[in-house]
């Protein structure tokens, strides 16, 4: 269904393919807020296998530029934070967040040209915890004001990990409802053997439920209908792909609020996901998610995950008898990092056999493929915000709930069970 081209049209993202003009177009995460803190040293990242350096300046102003100084290009991430920007430890050129050079101590007076030279500087934002950037072409887009961007930092609980694989097929993962009926499964009851804020109080349906889909196109990417019958009773659950590379889901905070997915490439065989719990009504339970985040991520490393293809993602085949599913613990993130990772380095979608449980997926593969489409044609791609009135992303609407009339389950889903803000 798809080709090998489509296939590394979608994947590929490094500076100039159509993939990485993509997802250059929106907005993206690029690093927490606690990764660069106030008077911090700069920041080397690789986005989109584009080597970069963050820094904040003497003011707490954001620059994000290429590592290599304009000048010969020494690596600009060992500077110094000082003359109103970030200053080159070779030979003292400044840079501020802008790009322009202030400074070229090196140069005779009245020699220098210091106002002729302006590095690439790419827009930021700090939103939730998180720094945002555009490394597009042109004039940002406005920054999408997310419910989850714009709530306290108590309702708010961000987690990073890293993921040895491409991004597109772990955001797959996050629009494929499906798969709650088997990787995330337990077999004991609720309360045996799961670790908090792990197991949905929609078990049963995962466990049982027949699974129905629907689609609903619209400006953001899509909306995505899961129902799942259970004798007279439906379980419904609505999600959403925001194209290019988000997903936000019903999370642990269940119909109060939702889960924001980013999944942004450091290069083609790896990425970092960004993962935002939302909670509406009020503070969310930092303490407990923290603990899961733990059984994922092993603290004090530079996210380095327990659980890797070199120990087998230390399945337990006893586990599986009982206790879970696919014998890898609790933690759906886990469960989640092992199956994309699982299907390597950059999966190949030539050689696979899609079917219906498969059609959100493919939607927000055609998603990517137009984008690029319009893009290679000179147009705006899809999603991009211009409009204030939709910054504010109001057409989001995440739902886990129970439906009374299964016929009709579309309707109320507007009716949220938690007033916001
Ligand atoms: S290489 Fe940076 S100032 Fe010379
Ligand atoms: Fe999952």
Redesign the pocket.
Known sequence: MFTKAENDLMTLTAPGTPGGKLLRAYWQPVALASDLPANGAPLPLTIMSEELVLFRDEFGRLGLMPIN??????D?SYGRIEGGGLR?V????VFDVTGQCLEQP?EPRGKQFCQHVRHTAYPCREAAGMIFAYLGEGEPPLFPEHEVLRAKPEQVHIWKFRENCNYLQALEGDIDPFHLNFLHKALTSLDAGAAPGTVDQFYEFYVNGTPRMEIDRMDFGLRIFTIRELGERAYLRVTNYVGPNLAIVAGPTGDDGYTALWHVPVTDTLHIKYMVNFKRSGPINHEMLRKVYELHVIPGTDLQNRRTRENRYLQDREEMKDRWFAGLGPSFSVHDNFVTESMGPIYDRSKERLGYSDMAVVAARRFILQGIADMAAGKEPQGRIHDPQKARMDDIVVRSYLVSDKANFRQGIHDRAVAAE
Request: hydrophobic share 30%; charged share 10%; aromatic share 16%.
């Open positions: 100084c304009p000048h010969r290009g020494a600009l080159c070779y030979h003292g050129w090196a």
